[in-house]
């Protein structure tokens, strides 16, 4: 009998490779949810640099992989982000690579208005934060512009109600730039028409706007949705031109309210704030003018009664010359007689200034007795300084001489006496010479560098040495090592013969 194992016998249940179970698997899911709703929150969103969108939708008991696809991710209405509660409609598949489901996603949705409110919410703070709201940005509107660019649907009833509240307070020329205000594109339209009314050359064919009016009229938060796009409120708040939104009703707040120069409740209130009234300007240029002709007429009739009020005040040009005349007569006269009179005055006065003097020979004599006795004095302190400077020099000799008469005696002593150290010095140096070592009978062994060999190690078996003794030096070679004296045991010391003594 044969000892190996005979195959257990098939049963009824078919067999399958992992591939065709896997394919099998996939047509069934595939099949069975074709088109599927799918409610929960964004998680772990990713973008990937092919384009494809790929995260998670999660709920408080399960996790589902989602992905979509590039050309259909440029086509949903709200840019997913981590967070965002949607409500995604596609189709479950499999991968088979990993074990894995996940959902193909068609259409991204908002789960309701409260989370519409939490999105815009958010965008509101990051716009903020990045000062596209600030105050600072914000540009005056022209009083009169001559040319308004109106950035809406060319069907609606907010043109109609633009154009008819301007014709009745000032007509203007407008310029319409025709968007769709909700839906799909609705946005990156808006976006698009501010950036091109921007763009346009100023004195081109086309006039370039001095005010924009973005408008439509109310809805829902989802009808409004396309002017909180971030892509409208960036376009809004990077206008160069004076801009004023006018988007739903009064109760009605978008993003681009934020970003605008100027919010108006309505589309026709913001063709109120877009001109003033041509009958007011009239009837104000009217008044104007009435009261700047009565007060040239006023300004004229007080010129005038000043000027004969001043020529009533005025004296008779005869009297003044005649007046004038006399007085210089006057002041003639007075100038003949002062110059004599001037001249006895400094006369009297010289005379008297003269009295009052010495003459010139007795301020001589003063003089010379002053320098007598100066001459005097100097003459007794020469004396004295020169008597003084005598006995000084005399002492100063005596000390040189005594001073001399010590120096020959002393100097042959120092000199005695360095001689001595000298010589003690000489004898030290001498007795730490080696040479004094090599006289008691030891020799010095130098390498072929001429280095001391102070050790046995050093000392290599062929080696070239210098053996300097005493009385001049020899040359040898080292042979070998001598064997080291047995452990334990002390060296025999080597036996003296006399002649050579201890180093130590």
């Known amino acids: 009998m044969s000892d190996t194992p005979s195959p ?30 799918v409610r929960g929150e964004i998680s772990g969103f990713k973008r990937h640099s092919s384009g494809h969108l790929y995260f998670s939708l999660k709920d408080s008991e399960a996790v589902l992989d989602a992905v979509c696809w590039r050309g259909q991710a440029a086509r949903l209405g709200i840019a997913p982000e981590d967070g965002m509660e949607v409500v995604a409609s596609g189709r479950l ?73 301007l014709a009745d307070r000032f007509p203007r020329r407008v310029l319409l730039w025709p968007v769709a205000v909700q839906g799909e594109g609705a946005a990156e339209q808006v976006a698009a028409a501010i950036r091109g009314f921007n763009a346009l050359p100023a004195g081109g064919a086309v006039p370039r706007p001095d005010l924009l009016i973005v408008a439509r009229g109310g809805g829902s938060i989802e009808d409004l949705w396309a002017f909180n796009e971030e892509i409208v409120v960036r376009a809004a708040a990077a ?25 108006a409740p309505t589309p026709t209130a913001a063709a109120e704030k877009a001109v003033p009234v041509r009958a007011e300007l009239v009837a104000q240029m009217a008044a104007t003018g009435a009261r700047l002709a009565g007060a040239a007429i006023r300004a004229v009739t007080d010129r005038k009664t000043r000027v004969e009020a001043l020529a009533r005040a005025l004296p008779n040009p005869r009297a003044v010359i005649e007046d004038c ?9 007075r100038l003949r007689l002062a110059l004599p009179n001037l001249l006895h005055r400094r006369e009297a006065d010289l005379h ?25 004095s100097l003459d007794h302190a020469l004396k004295t300084a020169l008597h003084a400077e005598t006995a000084r020099l005399a002492q100063a000799r005596l000390r040189l001489d005594q001073a001399g008469q010590r120096l020959a005696p002393a100097m042959s002593r120092l000199l005695a006496e360095r001689a001595r150290q000298i010589d003690g010095f000489g004898a ?56 080291p004296p047995a452990q334990g045991k002390k060296a025999a010391k080597p036996k003296s013969d006399g002649r050579q003594g201890s180093l130590l």
């Open 93 to 165: 598949t499999t991968y088979p690579g990993r074990s894995k489901y996940q959902m193909v996603i068609e259409r991204l949705e908002l789960a309701g208005q409260g989370a519409l409110l939490k999105l815009l919410e958010d965008r509101k703070r990051k716009l903020a934060a990045e000062g596209l709201f600030d105050s600072a940005r914000k540009k005056p509107l022209p009083y009169l512009p001559g040319v308004i660019g109106v950035v809406t649907s060319p069907t609606g009833a907010v043109i109609r109600d633009i154009l008819h509240r």
């Open 352 to 376: 008297r200034l003269a009295a009052r003097l010495k003459h010139p020979r007795e301020l001589l004599a003063d003089k010379r007795h002053a320098l007598d006795r100066c001459a005097a």
């Open 239 to 263: 206008s160069a031109i004076p801009l004023i939104s006018a988007v739903g009703h009064e109760t009605d707040t978008t993003l681009i309210d934020f970003a605008a120069d100027l919010r």
């Open 8 to 37: 257990p016998p098939a049963g009824n249940v078919p067999e399958f490779t992992v591939s065709e179970l896997s394919s099998a698997l996939r047509r069934t899911v595939e099949e069975a949810y074709a088109l599927v709703r």
């Open 325 to 333: 005349t006399r007085r210089l007569d006057d002041r003639t006269e």
């Open 428 to 483: 030290l140096l001498e007795s730490y010479s080696y040479k004094k070592v090599l006289e008691r009978g030891y020799a010095v062994v130098r390498d072929a560098t001429g280095q001391p060999v102070i050790s046995a190690e050093a000392a290599r078996p062929g080696m070239e040495v210098t053996v300097e003794f005493t009385d001049g030096s020899v040359a040898a070679r080292v042979e070998g090592h001598a064997a």
